[in-house]
Every structure is written in structure tokens, then in C-alpha cells.
């Protein structure tokens, strides 16, 4: 069965560029959510989208934007990156109005 | 706000042993409760979920957890531990309505063979 693609899978940045993560979702889920997982802690949900609407929206910073495109596929923009930035970024997808997240391999972003 | 938390951060079984990991939750009303199991280096994969159904659900891999209003727990257990059930076991939580996942700080299994 297809799963949710992430790329690209590792990443590394200096101080104060940018990144973009992008997330391809299982077909026909109309749902994303994005989450950053520090080292050695647990998920932290980031920001959701459900038909190329935000729908919810937790601890991301003002420095990082996230869009959903037309074929649900979505991107997490970041700039100004700091070393505290580093972290696992996943991406989980689903079909509106049912429970079950499925998640991504995750990126990889290391900030030096 | 729907919120967990998972008793021991590190657990340590023998091969064939019980494994039993701890998490409770604290809602305001029933909520959906899952357990995702994480690889080194890999991503989240559900093992299982309580949606208000059956208090006792039957996951992947042999692993099974029972809802417990009275004591706000989803314990997660499997009867006889595996080499390979070494990995770190996050529990999480949603609402009916509010699907984000809020999860546990995760408990990491080490299995001795």
C-alpha cells in the first residue's frame, strides 16, 4: 500500500537559511499534519491542513509557514533557521472525519 | 486540552517475558487514545487505537491495550516480548473532534535475550 512520502530525508542547513519540506500524502486523504520531533523527545504537533485550509495550528514559530496544494501534497517553509530548528519533521495524512494518522519517515533537518 | 502521560521512560524485559508499558490519560471526555511504535531512525507506525468502541483492542504485532475509564489508563501489553520489540512506544492522544495528536514522551523497550 502507498504510505506518505517525505523528502527529502536528511537535510542540512547553516544558521539563517531556509529550508523547505515537502510532504506527499496517501492517495485520497485530504488531510496533513505536521509535526517536529526533537532529539529525544516526543512529536510536537506544528500545523494542519484539510482541503488546502489551515485547520489547526500548535507551536510553530512565526518564522515558518506551511502551505496544502491543489493535489494535497504540502510544504513546510522555514527561514531564518536557527540550531534549535534541528529535529525529525514528519508528516502524517488522512482522510477527514476518521482517527488514524499514518505517518512519514520523516526529514531529517540539521541546522549547523 | 487532551494530554498523556507515560509512566518510565526506559523499560528492560527479558526475551519472552510480559512486556507492559504505562499511559494516562487526562481529557475531559472520552478521548481517541493510540500507541505508535518508533524505530531508530524510521517513522511513527500505529500499532493501535481506542475509539470508543471495544475497551480491549488487539493491535499489530501481537500488542493489545484495554481502555480503562475508571483509572484513565490505555496500558499497552504483549504476553511474550521479541527481539525485535526493541524500539521506542509513544502514546498518544486526540479529541472526537480535534484530530492533532498530543503524545507521551515515549518509553523506550530494551529486550535481553
Known amino acids: 500500500a502507498a504510505g506518505v512520502i517525505q523528502s527529502p530525508r536528511h537535510l542540512i542547513k547553516e544558521k539563517r537559511e531556509t529550508a523547505t519540506l515537502k510532504c506527499y500524502p496517501i492517495p485520497r486523504h485530504d488531510t496533513v499534519y505536521w509535526y517536529q520531533q526533537g532529539p529525544g523527545q516526543d512529536p510536537q504537533f506544528l500545523i494542519s491542513?484539510?482541503?488546502?485550509?489551515?485547520?489547526d495550528k500548535g507551536s510553530i514559530p512565526d518564522r515558518f509557514s506551511a502551505q496544502q496544494f491543489s493535489d494535497y501534497h504540502s510544504e513546510l517553509n522555514m527561514s531564518s533557521l536557527e540550531l534549535g530548528d534541528s529535529a525529525l519533521y514528519f508528516c502524517?495524512?488522512?482522510?477527514?472525519?476518521?482517527?488514524?494518522?499514518?505517518f512519514g519517515p520523516g526529514t531529517r533537518l540539521t541546522v549547523l | 486540552a487532551q494530554s498523556v502521560t507515560q509512566l518510565g521512560s526506559h523499560v528492560s524485559v527479558s526475551e519472552g517475558a510480559l512486556v507492559l508499558l504505562r499511559c494516562n490519560y487526562s481529557s475531559s471526555v472520552p478521548p481517541y487514545l493510540f500507541w505508535y511504535v518508533q524505530y531508530p531512525n524510521q517513522g511513527l507506525q500505529l500499532l493501535l487505537k481506542y475509539t470508543s468502541a471495544a475497551t480491549l483492542v488487539k493491535g499489530i504485532n501481537g500488542f493489545e491495550a484495554e481502555f480503562k475509564k475508571s483509572e484513565t489508563s490505555f496500558h499497552l501489553t504483549k504476553p511474550s516480548a521479541h527481539m525485535s520489540d526493541a524500539a521506542e512506544y509513544f502514546c498518544?492522544?486526540?479529541?472526537?473532534?480535534?484530530?492533532?495528536?498530543?503524545f507521551g514522551a515515549g518509553t523506550t523497550v530494551t529486550v535481553r535475550a
Open positions: 502524517a495524512s488522512s482522510k477527514r472525519g476518521l482517527d488514524t494518522q499514518y
Open positions: 491542513f484539510y482541503e488546502k485550509m489551515q485547520s
Open positions: 498518544a492522544v486526540s479529541g472526537v473532534n480535534d484530530y492533532k495528536l498530543s
